[in-house]
Structure formats: C-alpha cells, structure tokens
Nanobody, 120 residues
Framework: QVQLAESGGGLVQPGGSLTLSCAAS????????MGWYRQVPGKERGLVAS???????DYADSVKGRFTVSRDNAINAVYLQMNNLMPEDTAVYYC??????????????WGQGTQVAVSS
C-alpha cells in the first residue's frame, strides 16, 4: 500500500503565494508520475499540474505561468508552487500519484486533500 501525505494549504490574499508538498511512502518500486488536482463543491476534480518520471510537465490552462510543479525523486515528493493566487483558485487540492508497487503492478493513489482559500 502507498500513502500520500500533503501539507501547505491555507488562507492567502489575492496575489499571494503558497507551496503545497506531498510525499509518498509505502510499497514503492517506481513512481510513474505525480501531480495535483483540485475540486470545488459541485464540480468534478480536475488536473492542476503533473510531472512524470522524466520531468515532463502538464498544466491546466488556468494556472499556466502562475503555478510550477516539481519533484524530488530521491524522496518521492512532489511540490506545487502557486504564485499570483486568485479567488478562483480556492479549492481542495489533492495530491495524486501513479506508482509501481513491484515490476508489474501499478496503482493510482490520492492524498487526503488540503484546503487552499484565496480571499481578501
């Protein structure tokens, strides 16, 4: 089994910055990709940013130029640096990881979610 531990959410004013962190632990053979999704009440969870084992990144159009995703492969961690935050960024942010537990079997895992609120 794999566990994802998130930290870094909170309340910030518009234009401010926050950094989210997520560390994976447990039965990890190889990490395929890690990233962040977000969800607001009444809407589906959507991709914010992801990064694969080769370093290729993908961003939602709404966060391009403001958010940066990065990884520390040595400790199976992923980070989301969020700059110039706007009220519409308010959501619960979830860490996501696709991980091989052995050479053949892989699964998709989720963190418990961390609240980000952008308000003056």
């Amino acid at each position: 089994q794999v566990q994802l531990a998130e930290s870094g959410g909170g309340l910030v004013q518009p234009g401010g910055s926050l950094t989210l962190s997520c560390a994976a632990s447990g039965s990890i053979f190889r990490v395929i990709a890690m990233g962040w999704y977000r969800q607001v009440p009444g809407k589906e969870r959507g991709l914010v940013a992801s990064i694969n084992s080769g370093g290729a990144v993908d961003y939602a159009d709404s966060v391009k130029g403001r958010f940066t995703v990065s990884r520390d492969n040595a400790i199976n961690a992923v980070y989301l640096q969020m700059n110039n935050l706007m009220p519409e960024d308010t959501a619960v942010y979830y860490c996501n990881a696709r991980i091989y537990s052995d050479y053949r079997n892989w699964g998709e895992f989720w963190g418990q979610g961390t609240q980000v609120a952008v308000s003056s």
